[in-house]
């Protein structure tokens, strides 16, 4: 008998164990599985009935509290996180510009001149071959026309990726670093979802909008990079900004694009040029004209191709110009 219920709390110590390992999933009180976490006061509490499902959890978080931003800077200990848009991925020492010691008091000419050279000699020990080198002027590059590109910080990093993927296997050999780096660039922007044409990346790079073209489409098929379609939808707020155009144009641009597209009239166009003649469309149903010379300059694109792809959209619409 006493075998029995010593075999049978074991059991029930195991199962206990065995939940605890799981993780709780559903209030034992209700059933419920709307459980929310307390972190100030370290408890599992069930929405439904209230019940508290587990309580005295482990706080990972840091054991100092701030309330804004400068509190939070002041009292952390730990740096930056890793990043690979750095060629060392930010985990080297830097050493201050500021001449001053670590209670904020200046220091003397001696010291800084000694300061300068440990800073001229760290930035020259950052990169320890030609390689390092030529990967930390690309990742330099591809932050450059980011930045005048107005992309976002996901952008960058997954650009820095492509450009380290295509660098350790060897499909820079024999190409300029400006160009795989722009590829790179462009890339990023299409997996994102964040478009931008050749002509826009061009603009802002150092290399011909031809061989972006060729080096993207080299890299993109060596490297397997699955890239969809750029949806013509994704211009239309960008462009209808530029133009000045109200919400209703650009509602009316978007209902364009997906009525002809259903018909099968955007396979094998540009998507800057169906989105442009879409929005010079929209703006004439709308009583907001603009001129095809006004929207052909916001989309980089010619005035024949938003004539052509107009008179295709108005056609796959029934509307009679």
């Given at each position: 008998?006493?075998?029995?219920?010593?075999?049978?709390?074991?059991?029930?110590?195991?199962?206990?164990?065995?939940?605890?390992?799981?993780?709780?999933?559903?209030?034992?009180?209700?059933?419920?599985?709307?459980?929310?976490?307390?972190?100030d006061r370290g408890e599992l509490i069930c929405e439904d009935c209230g019940l508290v499902v587990e309580e005295g959890n482990i706080d990972p978080g840091p054991e100092w509290r701030a309330f804004n931003h400068q509190e939070r800077q002041e009292k952390s200990r730990v740096g930056a996180p890793t990043t690979q848009t750095m060629h060392d991925k930010g985990l080297t020492t830097t050493i201050d510009w500021k001449d001053k010691d670590a209670y904020g008091r200046s220091?003397?000419?001696?010291?800084?001149?000694?300061?300068?050279?440990?800073?001229?000699?760290?930035?020259?020990?950052?990169?320890?071959?030609?390689?390092?080198?030529?990967?930390?002027?690309?990742?330099?590059?591809?932050?450059?026309?980011?930045?005048?590109?107005?992309?976002?910080?996901?952008?960058?990093?997954?650009?820095?990726?492509?450009?380290?993927?295509?660098?350790?296997?060897?499909?820079?050999?024999?190409?300029?670093?400006?160009?795989?780096?722009?590829?790179?660039?462009?890339?990023?922007?299409?997996?994102?979802?964040?478009?931008?044409?050749?002509?826009?990346?061009?603009?802002?790079?150092?290399?011909?909008?031809?061989?972006?073209?060729?080096?993207?489409?080299?890299?993109?098929?060596?490297?397997?990079?699955?890239?969809?379609?750029?949806?013509?939808?994704?211009?239309?707020?960008?462009?209808?900004?530029?133009?000045?155009?109200?919400?209703?144009?650009?509602?009316?641009?978007?209902?364009?694009?997906?009525?002809?597209?259903?018909?099968?009239?955007?396979?094998?166009?540009?998507?800057?040029?169906?989105?442009?003649?879409?929005?010079?469309?929209?703006?004439?149903?709308?009583?907001?004209?603009?001129?095809?010379?006004?929207?052909?300059?916001?989309?980089?694109?010619?005035?024949?191709?938003?004539?052509?792809?107009?008179?295709?959209?108005?056609?796959?619409?029934?509307?009679?110009?």
């Open positions: 008998m006493t075998r029995s219920t010593r075999q049978r709390e074991r059991e029930r110590e195991s199962e206990t164990e065995t939940d605890e390992q799981e993780g709780v999933e559903e209030c034992p009180e209700c059933g419920s599985d709307s459980l929310v976490k307390d972190a220091i003397s000419s001696k010291k800084r001149s000694q300061m300068h050279r440990l800073r001229k000699w760290q930035e020259r020990i950052r990169t320890k071959d030609a390689g390092e080198r030529n990967l930390q002027f690309a990742l330099s590059e591809i932050d450059r026309m980011a930045s005048a590109l107005g992309v976002p910080r996901s952008v960058r990093e997954v650009a820095s990726v492509i450009y380290r993927r295509a660098l350790d296997d060897d499909l820079i050999r024999g190409r300029s670093i400006e160009g795989v780096a722009t590829s790179a660039l462009y890339a990023a922007c299409r997996k994102e979802g964040i478009p931008r044409s050749l002509e826009e990346i061009s603009e802002v790079s150092r290399v011909e909008r031809k061989e972006i073209g060729r080096t993207y489409r080299y890299i993109s098929q060596e490297l397997g990079l699955e890239m969809e379609p750029v949806d013509p939808k994704k211009y239309v707020p960008r462009f209808c900004s530029e133009l000045e155009l109200s919400e209703e144009v650009q509602s009316k641009a978007n209902e364009i694009i997906e009525t002809t597209a259903e018909k099968g009239l955007l396979s094998g166009k540009s998507p800057t040029g169906y989105a442009a003649a879409a929005i010079y469309a929209a703006s004439l149903l709308c009583n907001e004209k603009k001129t095809q010379r006004e929207v052909a300059d916001v989309a980089q694109v010619t005035e024949v191709t938003i004539r052509n792809r107009y008179q295709e959209q108005i056609e796959a619409m029934g509307i009679h110009s």
